[in-house]
């Protein structure tokens, strides 16, 4: 995926979740990541997140960051 549209998507989910509790918040952008993406999707989200994190808003890139991890736990 074009890096642009990942780090839209990802600030999108942030911005649903925004309204609750940081720590849900968090935990939310990071579920829907790992419920509702592509394994492809993730791993292209991983692989920019080791690049470059300009784009991501505070949420996103915390929400992503936990997916990331959640995701090489289980791998």
Known sequence: MKRQD????????ADFH???PREEAVAGVAQHIIDFW?????????TQLA???????????AGAKRAAQKQAAHA
């Open 6 to 13: 990942i780090v839209r998507m990802t600030n999108q989910i």
């Open 18 to 20: 925004r309204p609750y």
């Open 38 to 46: 592509d394994p492809r999707m993730r791993a292209d989200l991983a």
């Open 51 to 61: 690049e470059d994190e300009a784009g991501f808003d505070e949420l996103a890139l």
